[in-house]
């Protein structure tokens, strides 16, 4: 193939479009939409199109007399080639009724522009050998995914009707049924509803149970045929394996890796080992930033079915993607484009993070919303933050020591807030389990 030597672009599509715009501003609404001015090859014509859109913010009408007014009072219109090129533009247009036709083929070469633009910044990326291999293919692959359509989502509400028509009737035929992704933990569903697209902040003292708590939430939701991408940033992927196995199997992991489990015990943990395998579980070791998860995640959905959920252990261990003066400014900088990921991508991100040693010095040591608020954006950030809390992690002979209270500490996707559900803790197992289960089981 020969290498074309210009840069994609229509001249005459730009020229059409701006031609209609000042002989018909009528059809500004029409191709608002479709195209902005960063998608103009042509700098005057840019300059001119710029001037057409401040003007219709302003509820003026832009003519060839307005628009000269304005690029003249930012000392543009020379530039633009003054009157003679805005009345020129018009005396050429062909029609005034293909306006949408010339905004889609201006932004096709815009889309084509932004493509090469990223094929030089990937060749930049792999030619810079100091970055790591892994960190500039994750780089490379957002870049490509996120050269894609970015014309508006808007739409009118009557184009929506006939989807909420058939996701109601689909409600009314599960009644009782929670509708978000189902959590496995009956009482938190019933709380929450399942989870839903957004930023799940999971907060609680180290060891009470965070890991075990969003692997078990990732199993239900695995089981039920979504596909879990977990970012595990501490534990290798080897060990996760275990808990999942394990934890699935309802053995004790700590009996098999000092080898006194009974045959039965393991047996039970091959069985595990089986029905985890059956599961859409991806598991990707060691520090990324937000930008790798949000590539990640779209490179699995690309290859493969849709992605359920993401679950991140931990939010301290991970990477900013520019340094920030101190570490919560940083921490704020990865909540908030978690935060976005979620919106982008339409998935629930369940990130874990690691409260201090502050929760420990109260009388009460259920942990608060302040906890959260020396760490950056996150208290901000976050669409629900839930909280974890034991007595036993503290007051091992407490009479509600294997309690597991799951505290709703914020919930902006709507439902209860500072409220909490109860669960039995069942630590050999490292899952929770109805409070009934207490009565069942030797711990």
């Keep these: 193939m020969q290498e074309p030597t210009l840069t994609p672009h229509s001249r005459e599509s730009e020229e059409a479009l701006i031609g209609t715009l000042l002989l018909n501003p009528g059809a500004y609404h029409d191709v608002a939409t479709i195209v ?141 049924e929670a509708r978000g992704l189902l959590t496995g933990m009956d009482a938190l569903d019933a709380m ?48 996760l394996h275990r808990r999942l196995a394990c934890a699935e199997a309802r053995v004790e992991l700590d009996t098999i890796k000092r080898g006194v489990a009974t045959p039965q015990e393991l047996s039970k943990g091959m069985h595990g080992i089986g029905t985890v395998h059956e599961w859409p579980v991806v598991i990707h070791e060691g520090t990324v930033t937000a930008g790798e998860i949000r590539a990640v995640t779209q490179r699995e959905t690309v290859h493969g079915e849709e992605v359920g959920l993401v679950v991140v252990d931990y939010l301290g261990l991970m990477a900013a993607s520019e340094r920030a003066e101190t570490r919560n400014l940083e921490l704020g900088a990865i909540s908030r484009a978690l935060l976005l990921a979620s919106k982008d991508l339409g998935v629930p991100i369940l990130a874990i993070h690691q409260l201090n040693r502050s929760v420990d010095s109260r009388q009460d040591k259920r942990p608060q919303m302040s906890d959260l608020r020396e760490s950056g954006r996150l208290e901000e950030d976050a669409d629900v933050i839930l909280m974890l809390y034991r007595d036993g992690y503290y007051y091992p002979e407490s009479e509600r020591a294997n309690v597991m209270e799951v505290w709703v500490r914020k919930n902006r996707l709507g439902g209860p807030a500072n409220c909490r559900c109860e669960m039995a803790w069942i630590g050999k197992y490292m899952r929770c389990e109805p409070l009934e289960y207490r009565e069942k089981i030797d711990f």
């Design 192 to 239: 929450l509803g399942g989870f839903y697209p957004g930023l799940y902040m999971l907060a609680a003292r180290t060891s009470m149970g965070k890991t075990a708590f969003a692997l078990q939430t990732a199993s239900s939701v695995a089981k039920r045929g979504h596909k879990v991408v977990i970012f595990s940033l501490e534990m290798d992927k080897a060990e």
């Design 36 to 176: 902005g001015p960063d998608d103009f090859y042509l700098s005057n014509l840019r300059c001119v199109y710029e001037a057409i859109e401040a003007l219709q913010e302003k509820g003026n009408h832009p003519d060839t007399v307005t628009v000269a007014d304005y690029l003249e009072r930012r000392g543009q219109l020379a530039e633009i080639g003054g009157m003679a090129c805005l009345s020129d533009l018009m005396t050429r247009t062909v029609s005034i009724f293909r306006a949408e036709e010339y905004a889609q083929l201006i932004k096709e070469r815009a889309h084509r522009r932004d493509l090469i633009n990223a094929a030089s910044e990937i060749a930049k990326l792999a030619y810079n050998e100091e970055l790591d291999i892994e960190e500039a293919q994750a780089k490379a692959e957002a870049m490509v995914l996120d050269v894609r359509d970015t014309t508006s989502k808007t739409v009118c509400i009557q184009e929506l009707t006939e989807e909420r028509y058939e996701e109601f009737g689909e409600w009314a035929e599960h009644p009782g």
